[in-house]
């Protein structure tokens, strides 16, 4: 039995299964029971160790080779694994609600399949091409078969594109600089062409104007998806290139680049989205906020850093996959999600409405809600670093906040003779409630995060020294 087998050419032997051999929303619970079942086991099964089962002794081995490369998935990685496809099989189940379960499913099984493999891929810097083959795989599941990509799939398939290049000839001058690190011009060159590459990456300002693009022209839930998946997976792709490269983690003016990135994504898109007039734009400036709070996590100069990021990391999943679900039920009856189009919309959709305002609300950090512990814990290491920038990542916040005041104004702006109408199905129902009950107990009840936090950094030998 073998790591690679089972939580890579599993998955996607899964997805291709169930793109040619089930229809219907059958699949939404295939792929989701998958996902679960793959989670469960990378959460209680050790990898590389012999575990004795009555008279039958059985080990997952933790690495193959595929066309001489190696694919590694350790004991380490274990959490990771758990936690990815963990999230991965909420969205699945959810997936049975959004009307295109079966493409969505099959896909996202692909894709996270291929995301997967790039944090076990060996030399790591292929896991770049493999984030690039994850990216183009993503397109048909955001643009019907029917219709023409609109600018913002374009745009955001030009931008990963341009990455890739970058990172790949960037990786091949960081081994001269591990051979000549004195050499300062080398060593300059190096870096900056990483940072083009990871800007493109992580869509830092001003690169991500493909998002609230995306947001608005396609599938909220499709959407939701990529905006959890791609930035989850590069996040852990930058923080290996840190844990690879010694003068990385020490460059003191690479860390004040990183945190000043994410501070000023943070800050605009707050700012942005308390202007917007549209609630899926809402969702993908919340997106880029959050980037933004990873990159500033990624960049400080404390122990804590790496702790921080992952607890940022954590709550993503279950807030846009409850976002983005409410956003499909409304846009299931409405011609768009502009404010016009939406307004009293809350007498209809109720609990889709409500979901939305929480999983907006915990973008924002609002205290009790999923958002706030690790936005606590990020803001208290920053401001005893910087007062300046601490005070622009609140201003961004409190955009957020605003955009999730006036969301909720128009939501419940109806005539008073309006009557109220309960148009969630029961699953649907179950689903919205489950999901802002897992937010109020990840804000209340932040320790039970805790064993996850505590084994995910491991998978970083240098980073945790």
């Keep these: 039995m073998n790591a ?20 219907g929303r059958s699949s939404a619970w295939i ?42 998935l350790n004991t380490a990685d274990g959490p990771l694994v758990g936690l990815i496809y963990g999230v991965a099989s909420i969205w699945f189940f959810g997936s049975e609600r ?21 944090i076990a891929v060996e030399p790591f810097l292929f896991a770049a091409l493999l984030l690039e083959m994850a990216a183009m795989l993503v397109v048909p ?66 690169l991500y104007s493909w998002i609230p693009l995306l947001s608005e022209e396609t599938n909220p839930y499709a959407t939701g998806f990529l905006l959890w998946a791609l930035p ?22 690479l860390a004040a680049a990183i945190q000043i990135a994410g501070v000023l994504m943070t800050a605009s898109a707050g700012i942005f989205a308390s202007t917007q007039n549209h609630i899926g734009r809402m969702l993908g400036y919340g997106a880029i906020a959050e980037t933004g709070l990873f990159l500033i996590a990624m960049g400080l100069r404390s122990a804590q850093a790496l702790d921080t990021t992952f607890l940022l990391l954590l709550p993503r999943g279950v807030e846009f996959a409850v976002w983005s679900l409410g956003l499909n039920l409304l846009v299931q009856s409405r011609p768009s999600l502009r404010f016009g189009d939406v307004k009293g919309i809350a007498r209809q959709y109720p ?10 609300l915990s973008v924002t950090g609002l205290p009790t809600l999923a958002g706030f512990p690790p936005r606590l814990a990020l803001l208290h ?85």
């Design 232 to 253: 989850t997976f590069t996040v852990i792709f930058g923080l290996g290139f840190l844990d690879r490269y010694g003068w990385l983690r020490t460059s003191g003016q």
């Design 4 to 23: 690679a087998l089972i939580w890579i050419i599993l998955p996607m032997l899964g997805g291709i299964a169930v793109l040619f051999f089930v229809r």
């Design 351 to 360: 609990l889709a409405c409500t979901a939305i305002i929480f999983a907006h």
């Design 141 to 206: 599941l955001l643009v019907p078969l029917d219709q023409k990509p609109g600018r913002g799939v374009i745009r955001f398939l030009i931008f990963q594109t341009m990455a890739m290049p970058f990172i790949l000839f960037s990786g091949w001058m960081l081994a001269g600089v591990e051979v000549s690190p004195g050499d300062i011009g080398l060593t300059t060159q190096a870096g900056t062409m990483l940072g083009l590459g990871f800007a493109f990456l992580f869509a830092i300002f001003p």
């Design 381 to 465: 290491i920053l401001s005893s670093q910087s007062v300046m920038l601490s005070f622009w990542v609140f201003l961004g916040m409190l955009g957020l906040l605003t955009g999730a005041i006036r969301t909720l104004a128009v939501f419940v702006m109806a005539e008073e003779d309006t009557p109220w109408n309960w148009s969630e199905s029961p699953i649907e129902s179950g689903m919205l409630v489950l999901g802002v009950l897992a937010l109020f107990m990840l804000g209340m009840l932040p320790q039970v995060l805790q064993p996850l936090v505590v084994r995910l950094p491991l998978i970083f030998e240098h980073l945790i020294q």
């Design 98 to 118: 959004s009307g295109k379960a079966h493409r969505f499913v099959s896909l996202g099984l692909m894709v996270i399949s291929l995301l997967t493999a790039s």
């Design 31 to 72: 792929g989701g029971s998958l996902a679960a079942l793959l989670s469960v086991i990378a959460l209680i099964i050790p990898i590389d160790r012999a575990l004795l089962l009555g008279s039958i002794s059985f080990k997952i081995s933790p690495s193959i080779q595929v066309l001489g490369r190696s694919f590694i």
